[in-house]
């Protein structure tokens, strides 16, 4: 984590407002910003959806992860990034939102299918040529603002995230701001999908979402993979 | 085809290579007609740039006929003679629509390198490293444009190349910083460097309402070029303090703004450009600030700093205390192509500018190794060598 802190008591103001005007936004208030901190996006973002029991739900979850991380299992990979895109909410809404269109900018996906409105099945590319599933639902989605998600029960990684669009200042586009964690599961499996973001996850979704970017703005993604070379 | 490729310091080599091919929509084909070496060519030949890798293709200012177009470009056809700017920009972003192409946001695929290293992402530059991008460069027979629906400037026919090359990047570089210098009526403007970049930038500055140009420089050939046809005064530091000759010529006041047109392999003398040169070799510093140092002590009270030669990381032992208590202002980057090169072109159509001057040699591609080695080590009088492929 690099920014969200729900600290009240932190002396980084500007922090604190970032917060409360989007932690309001999602409508959970404080627990979104508690699982947040705590290691547990995907029980916060679960309990917001769900609308009750929200407390318990961010503060046990995170509880096991904390007894995990404890004895060095399962440590969670959590990413996120913000960047700005100079076009309008509502553009970059629509394409997120058919989970269909990820993998064309995020290369650790190979494939989405789109069931329903709420559910979808993600493929994600892992060393190896292996590939690892899952079936994800929306957890919330409000027009041109915001869409959660998580995987549902029994998926080889248990992963959540959401992306949120927020008008920039003056005219410089839309703040896009996506958060996603991954949980690897134990046993065989576990050090393959630790390797789905490479070495280093942050600089991984830096790059997916650049590439958004150019799409969304430019129209095509910028390469230099074909061109020629003296390489031997 | 035939390309000039980096094979380490002070090596280049002319080898095969695969021809390019459309990568994206947006994507053109151009043959080269001609390719200059641009002074900041330089500073990759020495192995002074970082992310330069073995087998790079190198080169950025160039001219040639499209052959080969993708299907997202509509405005350029097959056998259009063309201008290409050596930044990348998109059009689209933030940056490129205000005019400041040389800061897009989307042209650099690699942009994850300079993020760590400058915070932030820049356009990318044919044949200038991977932290700008990787894109191959130019020194060769075909090049792939991307985003060639923008920024490219198609020019008539009946004009040699040596009129119309400089506007992909030696002109507007000049200009450019002519332009930082906010020049108002009465300015004496001293430009450091009189290669290429600084002879624009002198003859810009006197279109710009200068009334008195400076060239500082230590090649007698660059100085006369500069006296001849940017009909500039001139110091050879060598032979005089340049400081003080400067305040010597302008009243004890020192110039208004001075310009950079030498970049990070700057020449001092005596103690403190053994102490650069050593430091620089011993990796302990990227960059030789002699000229930034001297610009920063030699400018008048409030005057502008204006730095188009190229830095790319750590420079040591500036004096900022002479910039701040002076109130200096400091302005600089990359040149923005696409912003000027219109103008500059109706400029040249119109008879006000002939920048065919600078040319001292025209070589085929194949003798590039010979061309580098004449033009770093000054020898033959060399100040821009054009390469015909």
């Known amino acids: 984590m690099t920014s969200t802190s729900g600290d009240k008591s932190s002396t980084n103001q500007p922090e604190a407002s970032e917060v409360e005007r989007w932690a309001s936004l999602i409508g959970g208030g404080a627990?979104?910003?508690?699982?947040?901190?705590?290691?547990?996006?995907?029980?916060?973002?679960?309990?917001?959806?769900?609308?009750?029991?929200?407390?318990?739900?961010?503060?046990?979850?995170?509880?096991?992860?904390?007894?995990?991380?404890?004895?060095?299992?399962?440590?969670?990979?959590?990413?996120?990034?913000?960047?700005?895109?100079?076009?309008?909410?509502?553009?970059?809404?629509?394409?997120?939102?058919?989970?269909?269109?990820?993998?064309?900018?995020?290369?650790?996906?190979?494939?989405?299918?789109?069931?329903?409105?709420?559910?979808?099945?993600?493929?994600?590319?892992?060393?190896?040529?292996?590939?690892?599933?899952?079936?994800?639902?929306?957890?919330?989605?409000?027009?041109?603002?915001?869409?959660?998600?998580?995987?549902?029960?029994?998926?080889?990684v248990d992963n959540s995230g959401f992306v949120r669009f927020k008008k920039a200042p003056g005219d410089r586009g839309t703040e896009v701001k996506v958060v996603l964690e991954y949980n690897p599961p134990g046993g065989a499996l576990a050090a393959t999908v630790a390797k789905l973001f490479g070495e280093e996850p942050e600089q991984q979704i830096g790059d997916e979402l650049r590439r958004f970017k150019m799409l969304m703005e430019a129209g095509e993604i910028a390469t230099t993979e074909g061109q020629p070379s003296g390489r031997k | 085809m035939k390309a000039v490729c980096w094979n380490g310091a002070n090596d280049v080599r002319v080898q095969s290579v695969p021809d390019p091919t459309i990568l994206n929509p947006r994507d053109a084909i151009i043959k080269i007609t001609s390719t200059a070496i641009c002074g900041s060519d330089l500073h990759i030949y020495g192995g002074y740039i970082p992310t330069v890798q073995q087998g790079d293709i190198i080169g950025h200012e160039f001219m040639g006929e499209v052959v080969e177009v993708g299907k997202g470009v509509n405005n350029l056809k097959i056998g259009d003679r063309v201008v290409v700017p050596s930044t990348i920009g998109c059009g689209n972003c933030n940056y490129c629509q205000r005019d400041m192409w040389s800061l897009c946001d989307n042209s650099n695929p690699k942009g994850w390198i300079q993020e760590k290293l400058f915070g932030n992402i820049?356009?990318?530059?044919?044949?200038?490293?991977?932290?700008?991008?990787?894109?191959?460069?130019?020194?060769?027979?075909?090049?792939?444009?991307?985003?060639?629906?923008?920024?490219?400037?198609?020019?008539?026919?009946?004009?040699?190349?040596?009129?119309?090359?400089?506007?992909?990047?030696?002109?507007?570089?000049?200009?450019?910083?002519?332009?930082?210098?906010?020049?108002?009526?009465?300015?004496?403007?001293?430009?450091?460097g009189c290669g290429a970049v600084g002879q624009f930038a002198m003859i810009s500055a006197y279109m710009m309402g200068a009334e008195k140009?400076?060239?500082?420089?230590?090649?007698?050939?660059?100085?006369?070029?500069?006296?001849?046809?940017?009909?500039?005064?001139?110091?050879?530091?060598?032979?005089?303090?340049?400081?003080?000759?400067?305040?010597?010529?302008?009243?004890?006041?020192?110039?208004?703004?001075?310009?950079?047109?030498?970049?990070?392999?700057?020449?001092?003398?005596?103690?403190?450009?053994?102490?650069?040169?050593?430091k620089q070799k011993l990796r302990l510093e990227t960059d030789?600030?002699?000229?930034?140092?001297?610009?920063?002590?030699?400018?008048?009270?409030?005057?502008?700093?204006?730095?188009?030669?190229?830095?790319?990381?750590?420079?040591?032992?500036?004096?900022?205390?002479?910039?701040?208590?002076?109130?200096?202002?400091?302005?600089?980057?990359?040149?923005?192509?696409?912003?000027?090169?219109?103008?500059?072109?109706?400029?040249?159509?119109?008879?006000?500018?002939?920048?065919?001057?600078?040319?001292?040699?025209?070589?085929?591609?194949?003798?590039?190794?010979?061309?580098?080695?004449?033009?770093?080590?000054?020898?033959?009088?060399?100040?821009k060598v054009v390469l015909k492929p």
């Open chain 1, 31 to 156: 627990m979104v910003l508690m699982g947040l901190r705590q290691g547990s996006l995907r029980g916060a973002l679960t309990a917001l959806a769900g609308g009750g029991l929200v407390y318990q739900g961010a503060t046990k979850q995170s509880t096991i992860q904390k007894a995990q991380e404890a004895i060095g299992l399962n440590q969670p990979i959590k990413v996120e990034k913000t960047v700005t895109i100079n076009k309008s909410a509502e553009e970059l809404y629509r394409f997120w939102h058919d989970f269909e269109n990820l993998p064309t900018f995020m290369k650790h996906l190979k494939s989405v299918k789109v069931y329903d409105e709420k559910r979808s099945h993600w493929i994600a590319n892992a060393p190896l040529d292996n590939t690892v599933e899952w079936d994800a639902d929306i957890l919330e989605d409000r027009e041109n603002e915001f869409i959660s998600w998580a995987s549902v029960e029994g998926a080889d």
């Open chain 2, 122 to 192: 820049t356009s990318a530059i044919y044949g200038y490293s991977h932290m700008l991008g990787g894109y191959a460069g130019a020194q060769a027979e075909y090049i792939r444009v991307p985003f060639a629906d923008v920024g490219v400037v198609k020019v008539p026919p009946d004009l040699p190349d040596e009129m119309l090359l400089f506007i992909s990047d030696a002109i507007p570089t000049g200009y450019m910083g002519a332009e930082l210098c906010d020049i108002q009526p009465g300015d004496t403007v001293a430009v450091w």
């Open chain 2, 213 to 278: 140009v400076i060239g500082i420089d230590r090649f007698p050939e660059r100085l006369e070029m500069a006296k001849k046809f940017a009909k500039a005064e001139v110091i050879n530091y060598e032979e005089v303090n340049a400081g003080e000759a400067l305040k010597e010529m302008t009243g004890g006041r020192g110039p208004d703004a001075c310009i950079d047109a030498v970049g990070l392999e700057a020449h001092g003398v005596g103690l403190e450009d053994f102490y650069d040169q050593t």
């Open chain 2, 288 to 383: 030789r600030p002699h000229v930034l140092r001297e610009m920063m002590v030699a400018c008048r009270k409030g005057g502008t700093l204006s730095i188009m030669g190229v830095y790319g990381g750590f420079v040591d032992k500036i004096p900022l205390g002479a910039a701040f208590n002076k109130g200096l202002t400091f302005r600089m980057g990359q040149m923005h192509g696409q912003k000027y090169m219109h103008s500059l072109l109706q400029m040249i159509l119109d008879g006000k500018l002939d920048p065919s001057f600078v040319v001292t040699h025209q070589l085929p591609l194949e003798q590039a190794p010979h061309a580098y080695h004449i033009f770093q080590q000054k020898k033959d009088n060399c100040i």
